[in-house]
């Protein structure tokens, strides 16, 4: 018996792990002719699926028995769980602060670096231009 419902457990696992956040009742009413099982072994175990990954029922349950209960609404899974699985970032330690100014440093050198060599360049290509003849055009 456990290993029946284990197998079954394991099927809707499948079937339903695309949904993350929203399970559609039609979704909830294909498990029941996709899973060869009795009503009431599915019944349960879609119903502890549900409650074990927290999902809500959007709108109010409506029906006699747990099969139309649990058809009779879609599902959403809490929105403050799904963010709970996501560790937080980690603080700056002082050595990735002391990285960055270093790095701020470097573009702001390399930024001046530049800035004296193109005006070298300018000013090496203006004196080729005032002292240095001409002749590619001249007869």
């Known amino acids: 018996m456990k290993d029946e419902n284990e197998a079954i457990r394991n099927q809707i696992e499948q079937k339903l792990m695309h949904y993350k956040t929203y399970i559609p ?12 099982a009795s009503e009431t072994v599915l ?18 349950l409506r029906g006699d028995s747990l099969k139309e ?5 879609d599902w959403r899974r809490n929105p403050t769980t799904l963010f709970q699985s996501i560790p937080p ?5 002082e050595s990735s602060k002391t990285m960055a100014k270093l790095t701020q440093r470097e573009r702001r050198l390399l ?6 060599w193109a005006f070298i ?3 090496f290509l ?7 003849p001409f002749t590619l055009f001249k007869p």
């Open 126 to 132: 203006y004196w080729l231009w005032k002292h240095v």
């Open 89 to 93: 970032a980690p603080a700056p330690s």
């Open 69 to 73: 209960r649990l058809l009779s609404v």
């Open 121 to 123: 360049l300018i000013f």
């Open 111 to 116: 930024n001046v670096l530049g800035a004296i």
């Open 43 to 60: 019944n349960e175990e879609i119903y502890w699926y549900l409650v074990e990954n927290e999902y809500f029922s959007i709108g109010k």
């Open 25 to 36: 009742s039609f979704t909830l009413k294909e498990l029941y002719t996709v899973i060869p």
